[in-house]
């Protein structure tokens, strides 16, 4: 099945600087979600982009489909940005092409 | 907004007891899905319906059914729990065609003694 990356898997940030999380993946896909799980499990959608860049307030997104990876930005961080930051894939064909299959997240500390 | 609801945030049951649990989606998606998350193994899919009483076994079926009787409604049971089961269980929908994204319910934490 696809595999995905997620690099890195720690980090910790002062707050107010800036970050890039990256996203491998190993085949064609379509569907790439990025997801925010809060410190009570909820995954909170906050992009779902199989390809191009979308930006939502302080987070923007791009995903180059043809060369397999996905960016999360996050700018200004703040400490309620803390939390485990998951990519999660669709696979663009064949069995399972309705499933996500999930990186092991990046876990970010935003410090005061 | 997409809503999905899941009957409990936490569960506690006992070895060799039956468990359901539960999932509700209120738009209408064509498919739901079972994933279970452990620390250190990440989210792995247990099971997936794309249709009413339609199925399919994600990578971890083994010691869990599902049930899908109403297209809103998809329930995972574990028909004998066992303590390798303790776990946080998340149900997801999405629709069917180009634009598939899915949404997660909060979670249900389930302890097995």
């Known amino acids: 099945g696809i595999q995905v990356e997620q690099s890195p898997p720690d980090l910790i940030l002062q707050e107010g600087a800036n970050s890039t999380l990256r996203c491998n993946f190993s085949d064609s896909v379509n569907n790439l979600q990025w997801f925010h799980q809060n410190p009570w499990g909820q995954l909170i959608n906050l992009f779902y982009i199989p390809s191009g860049t979308k930006q939502n307030g302080r987070l923007s997104a791009t995903t180059v489909a043809t060369e397999r990876y996905s960016l999360l930005y996050i700018s200004s961080s703040q400490t309620t940005d803390s939390g485990v930051y998951f990519c999660a894939v669709g696979p663009a064909s064949g069995a399972g092409s309705y499933q996500l299959t999930f990186g092991k997240g990046t876990k970010l500390s935003v410090i005061p | 907004d997409v809503k999905v609801t899941q009957s409990s945030r936490y569960l506690v049951k006992r070895t060799g007891e039956k468990v359901f649990l539960e999932c509700v989606q209120d738009?209408?998606?064509?498919?739901m899905f079972w994933y279970r998350q452990d620390p250190g193994l990440g989210l792995r899919l247990i099971y997936f319906?794309?249709?009413?009483?339609?199925?399919e076994k994600g990578d971890i079926p083994e010691g869990y059914s599902v049930s899908r009787e109403k297209k809103e409604r998809f329930s995972l049971i574990l028909e004998s729990a066992s303590t390798n089961q303790t776990s946080m269980y998340l149900c997801?929908?999405?629709?069917?065609?180009?634009?598939?994204?899915?949404?997660f319910g909060p979670g249900t934490r389930l302890t097995v003694l």
């Open positions: 319906s794309y249709d009413v009483k339609m199925k």
């Open positions: 738009m209408d998606h064509e498919n």
């Open positions: 997801a929908s999405s629709r069917t065609g180009s634009y598939n994204e899915q949404f």
